[in-house]
């Protein structure tokens, strides 16, 4: 009996060790990934201000189709259309696209943001909850654009309530640029007042439950005429399209799962009647820039607005100068 205890334990062991020494392999080869125009340039797509899932599987796969389709199904219907693009990719007959995104087998999935950054990949099976939390991902993420910022030669920390080594927190041990790590929330953050020059929320300020208290947090922490910049957010010039959005969406879940998805609080998008509220209580100048998208993406554009019947969602750049 001892003998088979110290077998099992020895078992036990090999296994963590395995499993640890393969996360932090995943983890690496996400922080190597090529970003930017190479990844779409390989997908042969254009962004268009939505994170994309990119699904690989094989007509072979069956875990592909009865376990990871569904599950990237429901992702899909949580998220809702406005928030991710679903790209699938036949890694048989792209095996190019395989290789750039570094896909060792089927299914595997990978969460694309529209700069480039990859925010997550799943090498097998991923489940709806996994991939909801990685889409839906508020903060730093994996640290990409807080490396690229200190590579600059700028003191960074990088703020977001996941510590995981794959997509979170934890992934920021990889790279060479010293970024500081912070677990915490967007309107409770452990800074100094008047420590910060400069404060990116990237694709994360549409999910703050109340405007005008996350960014009065961000204003505690920035110094006398710092800059604050929204990134990646939706955004409607009329108010009803986005409350459709969401309308939509919740019905959606609700058919499909008995329960609407808004388990999470949020905002969900903003307007600029939203925006003007910030300026008018915080005295922030707000800057908004529309970058230009080509005819594909403003035709697919004016094609998903036509078909739901409201304004589709633009995803600004919006800089704020502190008061």
């Known amino acids: ?43 042969g797509e254009t962004p268009d201000g939505r994170r994309a899932l990119v699904a690989f599987s094989t007509p072979s796969c069956a875990a592909c189709h009865t376990a990871q389709a569904p599950a990237i199904e429901v992702a899909q219907q949580h998220v809702g259309a406005s928030g991710v693009r679903v790209i699938r990719v036949d890694a048989s007959t792209h095996p190019d696209v395989a290789r750039a995104f570094g896909v060792m087998t089927v299914p595997s999935t990978v969460v694309l943001e529209p700069a480039g950054r990859v925010l997550a990949v799943n090498q097998g099976f991923a489940p709806s909850r996994r991939l909801i939390e990685q889409l839906q991902h508020v903060g730093a993420g994996s640290g990409w654009l807080a490396n690229r910022l200190a590579l600059r030669g700028h003191w960074v920390a990088a703020l977001d309530l996941l ?25 409770r953050l452990p800074l100094p007042s008047a420590s910060v020059d400069l404060a990116i929320f990237n694709a994360a300020f549409h999910y703050s439950t109340n405007y005008v208290k996350t960014a009065q947090e961000a204003l505690r922490v ?14 409607y010039r009329d108010p009803t399209s986005g409350a459709r959005m969401v309308e939509e ?13 808004d388990a999470l609080p949020s905002q969900h998008y903003l307007t ?52």
């Not at 036990?12 to 970003?35: D, E, M, Q």
């Not at 927190?169 to 677990?183: D, F």
Request: aromatic fraction near 6%; hydrophobic fraction near 50%; glycine fraction near 8%.
């Open 163 to 187: 510590a995981d080594p794959l997509d979170g927190l934890g992934a920021v041990r990889h790279y060479t640029a010293p970024v500081r790590p912070v677990l915490a929330e967007f309107d």
């Open 222 to 235: 920035a110094r006398p005429r710092g800059t604050l910049v929204i990134l990646d957010s939706p955004m």
């Open 249 to 261: 969406r919740q019905a959606r879940f609700l058919a499909k799962y008995g329960f609407a998805s």
């Open 272 to 323: 600029p009647a939203r925006l003007d509220r910030v300026r008018s209580e915080l005295g922030i100048e707000w800057q908004v820039h529309q970058p230009p998208l080509d005819w594909r993406s403003s035709l697919g554009r004016a094609i998903g607005g036509i078909r739901a019947r409201r304004e589709p969602a633009r995803f600004p750049v919006i800089a704020g100068r502190c008061p």
């Open 1 to 43: 009996m001892p003998e088979r205890l110290a077998i099992a334990a020895a078992l036990a062991v090999a296994v963590s060790i395995v499993v640890l020494v393969a996360r932090r392999w995943n983890a690496s080869r996400v922080a190597r990934l090529a970003g930017g125009a190479p990844l779409w340039e390989a997908l």
